[in-house]
T-cell receptor
Framework: EDQVTQSPEALRLQEGESSSLNCSYTVSGLRGLFWYRQDPGKGPEFLFTLYSAGEEKEKERLKATLTKKESFLHITAPKPEDSATYLCAVFNTNAGKSTFGDGTTLTVKP | DTGVSQDPRHKITKRGQNVTFRCDPISEHNRLYWYRQTLGQGPEFLTYFQNEAQLEKSRLLSDRFSAERPKGSFSTLEIQRTEQGDSAMYLC????????????FGPGTRLTVT
């Protein structure tokens, strides 16, 4: 059974304090690893897809990286508007579906 | 196209009643997914469609849940004889489905069963 574990569950940062979120996974037939941002009461917003180990993607203050067993979401010099829950998901091409982690809730204080 | 839309956004119902939710995906997307999300948890897969064909259903999906996607366009999710444990956010997502599997989510339908 596919599994995704995200850590930490919650992270509080001061504005400008860089850090990383972790996503560990086990999946058969990995076809992609996705990162999403979710604001309270809203649906997840797609951020990145990573397909193979060593791949990196960047968007503004966010950078996602992938190894064979885990992915990191690095946030550089965060701002209060980066506060949200960040979700990681793996797509199992054999089953045709995604399995999500429970997310890391990031709070950035000004 | 403005993205995935869901209707209603909120639904309050009494235990034992039936409810139906609608999802309109991004028009050129072949795949449509339904998820359930409770507070503090990630989205939990329920079922998905490739065009009009329902290809996968979660083992967690009881017989009270049914989903359709007639003509491969919009989809409906029906819950019969609702229970308090059905209270959750129900999310719909669509995906291009051909070599591109990232999913684009709607705003969700918040169900409260009293």
């Amino acid at each position: 059974e596919d599994q995704v574990t995200q850590s930490p569950e919650a992270l509080r940062l001061q504005e400008g304090e860089s850090s990383s979120l972790n996503c560990s996974y086990t999946v058969s037939g990995l076809r992609g690893l996705f990162w999403y941002r979710q604001d309270p009461g809203k649906g997840p917003e797609f951020l990145f897809t990573l397909y193979s180990a060593g791949e990196e993607k960047e968007k503004e203050r966010l950078k996602a990286t992938l190894t064979k067993k885990e992915s990191f979401l690095h946030i550089t010099a965060p701002k209060p508007e980066d506060s949200a829950t960040y979700l990681c998901a793996v797509f199992n091409t054999n089953a045709g579906k995604s399995t999500f982690g429970d997310g890391t809730t990031l709070t950035v204080k000004p | 196209d403005t993205g995935v839309s869901q209707d209603p956004r909120h639904k309050i119902t009494k235990r034992g009643q039936n409810v139906t939710f609608r999802c309109d995906p991004i028009s050129e997307h072949n795949r449509l997914y339904w998820y359930r999300q409770t507070l503090g948890q990630g989205p939990e897969f329920l079922t998905y469609f490739q065009n009009e064909a329902q290809l996968e259903k979660s083992r967690l999906l009881s017989d009270r849940f049914s989903a359709e996607r007639p003509k491969g366009s919009f989809s409906t999710l029906e819950i019969q004889r609702t229970e308090q444990g059905d209270s959750a956010m129900y999310l719909c997502a669509s995906s291009p489905g051909t070599l591109l599997y990232e999913q684009y989510f709607g705003p969700g339908t918040r169900l409260t069963v009293t």
